[in-house]
């Protein structure tokens, strides 16, 4: 198993930045892929952005150029640095970790970005 415990802020202007992190603990070496995504009521959970275990990073389009993924291996920790927010921006923000046979979820924090 592994579990992910998510931090940082929630609040943002838009034009401004927020910065989210998520640390995994558990059976980490299982993991092969870690990611960000997103959910508003009534919709779908979407992907905002992942990483796999080479390093490999891929963004929706509404947020490419603005929000960066990034991992810290020594501490099992992946980050969301998220710039130039838009109100849109505005939901309930989860980091995931898959690999074979697993996928586990973070507590996931509401994230609202005001006009």
């Known amino acids: 198993q592994v579990q992910l415990v998510e931090a940082g802020g929630g609040l943002g202007q838009a034009g401004g930045a927020l910065r989210r992190s998520c640390a995994a603990s558990?059976?980490?070496?299982?993991?092969?892929?870690r990611g960000w995504y997103r959910q508003v009521p009534g919709k779908q959970r979407e992907l905002v952005a992942t990483?796999?275990?080479?390093?490999?990073?891929n963004y929706a389009d509404s947020v490419k150029g603005r929000f960066t993924i990034s991992r810290d291996n020594a501490k099992n920790t992946v980050y969301l640095q998220m710039n130039s927010l838009k109100p849109e921006d505005t939901a309930v923000y989860y980091c995931?970790?898959?690999?074979?046979?697993?996928?586990?979820w973070g507590q996931g924090t509401q994230v609202t970005v005001s006009s």
């Open positions: 558990g059976s980490i070496f299982s993991i092969k892929v």
């Open positions: 990483v796999t275990s080479g390093g490999r990073t």
């Open positions: 995931g970790a898959f690999g074979v046979l697993m996928n586990s």
